[in-house]
């Protein structure tokens, strides 16, 4: 069984450009997550995808967009980069949405906006 | 507003001790709570976790107590090894509708041998 993998594992990007983040799900898993984690912190929830429509959302502007697959892989899309965006971008797949079921993180991908 | 807080930022441990981590949150509409580990390099991995129905939960090693009156939570790992070294995250989700993780600062653990 494949665990979350996610692409790039690091990204450079200048502040004003757009950045495509990815994420693969964990087989069977229909619910995706995708979490901001800054410097010293814990993750932060940006939202969540249940069978491609948005379920939630927490509080990041709408530069932060995403999309799911029917395949269930999902990207994280954010434009109009900032410095304060430089951060671990974490994505979490479970196999339902509740939300009692387990998350199961991918390795995260970082990202320098500089 | 941060609704989950974990106070101590590092805590370090003789192997064969127990490990004691500290959670408080504030919102009162949580009502699941999780303990997630994270390796350098890795995202978190599930640990253990407890409803509010319950005051205790045993996995192992790994034993988590729930004190609702006083809006706090804790770990124990008895006993620590060296490969429990590691940064531990609590997260508490607001009802079961949808998996919102609401997580605190973080807690990096050294077990020394």
């Known amino acids: 069984e494949t665990g979350v993998t996610q692409s790039p594992t690091h990204l450079i990007k200048t502040r004003g450009q757009q950045v495509t983040l990815r994420c693969s799900s964990q087989s069977g898993h229909n619910t995706v997550s995708w979490y901001q984690q800054a410097l010293g912190q814990g993750p932060q929830f940006i939202f969540q995808?249940?069978?491609?429509?948005?379920?939630g959302r927490g509080n990041f502007p709408p530069r932060f967009s995403g999309l799911q697959f029917p395949n269930y892989s999902s990207e994280l899309n954010v434009n109009a980069l900032e410095l304060d965006d430089s951060a671990l971008y974490l994505c979490?797949?479970?196999?339902?949405?509740?939300?009692?079921?387990?998350?199961?993180f991918g390795p995260g991908t970082r990202l320098t906006v500089l | 507003d941060q609704q989950v807080k974990q106070n101590s930022p590092s805590l370090s441990v003789q192997e064969g001790r127990i490990s004691i981590l500290n959670c408080d949150y504030t919102n009162s509409m949580f009502d699941y709570f999780l303990w997630y580990k994270k390796y350098p390099a890795e995202g978190p991995t599930f640990l253990i976790s407890i409803s509010s129905i319950k005051d205790k939960n045993e996995d192992g090693r790994f034993t988590v107590f729930l004190n609702k009156s006083a809006k706090h939570l804790s770990l124990h790992i008895v006993p620590s090894q060296p490969g429990d070294s590691a940064v531990y995250f609590c997260?508490?989700?607001?009802?079961?509708?949808?998996?919102?993780?609401?997580f605190g600062q973080g807690t990096i653990l050294t077990v020394h041998p």
């Open positions: 997260a508490a989700v607001a009802g079961t509708s949808y998996g919102k993780l609401t």
């Open positions: 995808y249940y069978r491609e429509e948005e379920n």
């Open positions: 979490a797949s479970s196999p339902a949405l509740g939300g009692t079921d387990t998350q199961y």
